[in-house]
């Protein structure tokens, strides 16, 4: 079953124009909601961890929100080197379940 | 401080034999996980390792195994390969306790011929 679904699957983005992506999940006793981003080719890098609705954080121009049941990162003014693809994750069980991600293209 | 190390960065092995690969986690992480990412199937968990205890497996044939060392380093096997085991395999290592991230590393490129 789909448990993490992370819309939309790619954003194109002019360097300055902000813009959201989206995570909704279905697991129940939810332990943590991690955003990533991932290079071709390399490890994702770890960006948050939330634990409770309404709960935000922030790093650079990076912005990820909780509700009870979806999970926002907000790019704001994105430069070409925010191009990535973005994963969210649920930590449930000893484990994380991965969104399909979202890839995003900012042109300068 | 150094990061989670896996070896080795790159494979080609040929169907049907077996494969080892390794991990070794951030100084002081008892947790350690596989996952599988192929670009159908996206990042798939195989299994997680907690002071040599396996505490939760995935969905994956029983061709594929692991085990954790009592320095916390890692491996997992596949035996008998298959084309479609070709993947990039991620190790992530925590500290397993509220408000800690799971740290990855590059991971293993194994292509399956």
């Known amino acids: 079953e789909d448990q993490v679904t992370q819309s939309p699957e790619a954003l194109r983005l002019q360097e300055g124009e902000s813009s959201s992506l989206n995570c909704s999940y279905t697991?129940?006793?939810?332990?943590?909601l991690f955003w990533y981003r991932q290079d071709p080719g390399k490890g994702p890098e770890f960006l948050f961890t939330?634990?409770?609705a309404g709960e935000e954080k922030e790093k650079e121009r990076l912005k990820a929100t909780l509700t009870k049941k979806e999970s926002f990162l907000h790019i704001t003014a994105p430069k070409p080197e925010d191009s990535a693809t973005y994963l969210c994750?649920?930590?449930?069980?000893?484990?994380?379940?991965f969104g399909a991600g979202t890839t995003v293209t900012v042109r300068a | 401080k150094a990061g989670v190390t896996q070896t080795p960065r790159y494979l080609i092995k040929t169907r049907g034999q077996q494969v080892t690969l390794s991990c070794s986690p951030i100084?002081?992480?008892?947790?350690v996980s596989w996952y599988q990412q192929t670009p159908g199937q996206g990042l798939q968990f195989l299994f997680e390792?907690?002071?040599?205890?396996?505490?939760n497996k995935g969905n994956f044939p029983g061709r594929f195994s692991g085990r954790q060392f009592s320095n916390s380093r890692s491996e997992m096997n596949v035996s008998t390969l298959e084309l479609g085991d070709s993947a990039l395999y991620l190790c992530?290592?925590?500290?397993?306790?509220?408000?800690?991230?799971?740290?990855f590393g590059s991971g293993t490129r194994l292509t399956v011929v």
């Open positions: 390792y907690f002071s040599e205890t396996q505490r």
């Open positions: 939330l634990y409770s």
């Open positions: 697991v129940s006793g939810l332990r943590g």
């Open positions: 994750a649920v930590r449930w069980d000893y484990k994380l379940s």
């Open positions: 992530a290592s925590s500290l397993d306790a509220q408000g800690y991230g799971y740290t």
């Open positions: 100084s002081g992480h008892r947790s």
